[in-house]
C-alpha cells in the first residue's frame, strides 16, 4: 500500500508562490508518473500538472509558465511550485501516483492520492 502525504498548502495574495510537497511511502515512487490535481468548490477535479519517472512533462493551460512540477526519485517525493498565483488557482490540491510510467491526464488513471491540501489565493 502506497501513502501520499501532501503539504504546502495555505493562504496567500494574488500574485504570490507557494510549494506543495507531497512525500510517499514505500519504494515504487521513481517508477510511476505522478500527478498534482485540483478540486474547486462545485467544479470536477483537474489535472494541473504531470511527470513521468524520466521528468516528462504536462502543464494545463491556465498554469503554463507559472507553476513547475518536479520529483526527487532519491527521497520519494514530489513537488508542485506555483508562482504568480491568482484567485481564481483557490482550490484543493492532490497529488496522486499513476498507474503507469507515462503521462497520464485522467483521474481514474492514477491509483493512489494524498488527503489534499487547501490553497487558498486572495485579491
Known amino acids: 500500500q502506497v501513502q501520499l502525504v501532501e503539504s504546502g498548502g495555505g493562504l496567500v495574495q494574488a500574485g504570490g508562490s507557494l510549494r506543495l510537497s507531497c512525500v510517499a511511502s514505500?519504494?515504487?515512487?521513481?517508477?510511476?508518473?505522478t500527478g498534482w490535481f485540483r478540486q474547486a468548490p462545485g467544479k470536477e477535479r483537474e489535472l494541473v500538472a504531470a511527470?513521468?519517472?524520466?521528468?516528462?512533462?504536462y502543464y494545463e493551460d491556465s498554469v503554463k509558465g507559472r507553476f513547475t512540477i518536479s520529483r526527487d526519485n532519491a527521497k520519494n517525493t514530489g513537488y508542485l511550485q506555483m508562482n504568480s498565483l491568482k484567485p481564481e488557482d483557490t482550490a484543493v490540491y492532490y497529488c496522486?501516483?499513476?498507474?503507469?510510467?507515462?503521462?497520464?491526464?485522467?483521474?481514474?488513471?492514477?491509483?493512489?492520492w494524498g488527503q489534499g491540501t487547501q490553497v487558498t489565493v486572495s485579491s
Open positions: 496522486a501516483r499513476s498507474t503507469e510510467n507515462s503521462l497520464q491526464f485522467k483521474v481514474e488513471e492514477y491509483d493512489y
Open positions: 514505500g519504494r515504487t515512487f521513481r517508477l510511476y508518473s
Open positions: 511527470m513521468t519517472s524520466t521528468y516528462s512533462t
